[in-house]
């Protein structure tokens, strides 16, 4: 960044933001990743555009698609993935989910 800096004039200045690392683009303004904006800072799990932050979305498909994208990219694991998806359906096929979790606000 400093050496970048260094090549700009000078009322020009590049400040770090953040850095999506693993990310996926889906499309133009359809990208969800793990966010990281600073050195410090813990990541988290950012989504703009897809089903994770959409309103035409059932709760119960955010729900399920926030999980899946957290296990991804944050435990890297495919089986993981698999057990957690598992649960969902069953609780679904069971009738242990509430309506409300169906609709669209």
């Known amino acids: 960044l400093t050496k970048i ?3 700009l004039p000078y009322p020009l200045e590049i ?3 953040k850095v999506y690392w693993p990310c996926q683009f ?3 303004k359809r990208y969800s990743g793990l966010m990281f904006t600073g050195k ?3 990541p988290r799990v950012d989504a703009k555009g897809n089903e994770l932050v959409r309103r035409d979305t ?3 498909i955010k729900k399920i698609m926030t ?5 991804l990219y944050l435990e890297h694991s495919f089986t993981r993935i698999f ?5 969902k359906i069953h609780r679904l096929v069971t009738y242990r989910m509430s309506l409300h979790q169906f609709l669209i606000y």
């Not at 999980?67 to 296990?71: E, F």
């Not at 057990?83 to 649960?87: A, N, P, S, T, V």
């Open 5 to 7: 800096k260094a090549c």
């Open 15 to 17: 400040k770090f933001e």
């Open 26 to 28: 889906f499309s133009k």
């Open 40 to 42: 410090d800072s813990s």
């Open 58 to 60: 059932p709760l119960f």
């Open 67 to 71: 999980g899946v994208t957290r296990i």
């Open 83 to 87: 057990q957690f998806l598992e649960q």
